[in-house]
């Protein structure tokens, strides 16, 4: 559902309905078919689940750098991020150097980003979070990510999404 909105004279699509995909587990995602999403849609799902600003978007890729306090922490983020993208059967390009990881997120079969990217980069976020706040002396100290509640929280940001289009719907006025 698209909604044409205006505020502080910008004019805006907002697609809040029609960007959904709720997740039961890491494992559903190669069983569904992906279309390709416009930079609008790829702005609005990172803005619905609040991914850090450093996400760049271009026409065909997500991208971003994490810098970590060493070798291991870094490590560490590649070897949970990797364990996630295995079961999604979704595969970042990558690249670590002294604790800089740099990552690159893109759909090979539709030649640009989907829910897919999105995702990953979602859960990629969120580990890196985990492992800066808990910096350790083995990569092997971090490896507890619970990934029941990462699911829950993509999921409840769809919420919040919905709550936020009843506010528009009473608060905006619309073309």
Not at 7 to 21: D, E, H, I, P, V
Not at 84 to 98: D, T
Not at 122 to 135: A, E, K, L, P, V
Request: overall charge neutral.
């Amino acid at each position: 559902m698209y909604r044409n909105l205006t505020s502080n004279n910008t004019r805006t699509t907002a697609n809040l309905l029609g960007l959904k995909y709720l997740l039961k587990d890491f494992s559903d995602v190669p069983t569904k078919k992906f279309t390709k999403l416009s930079a609008d849609e790829v702005n609005q799902i990172l803005s619905i689940h609040e991914l850090n600003s450093n996400w760049t978007f271009n026409v065909s890729s997500l991208g971003r750098k994490y810098q970590f306090q060493n070798f291991q922490d870094s490590f560490s983020f590649m070897a949970q991020v990797s364990q996630i993208a295995e079961e999604m059967k979704h595969y970042p390009k990558w690249y670590n150097k002294n604790g800089l990881v740099t990552i690159d997120l893109t759909t090979n079969e539709v030649k640009g980003v989907t829910f897919k990217d999105v995702l990953l980069a979602y859960t990629s976020d969120h580990i890196s979070q985990i492992i800066q706040q808990n910096h350790s002396n083995s990569i092997f100290d971090n490896c507890n990510i619970h990934v029941e509640n990462l699911i829950q929280q993509w999921n409840h940001n769809y919420q919040k999404g919905q709550e936020l289009n009843q506010v528009i719907d009473k608060s905006v006025n619309f073309l």
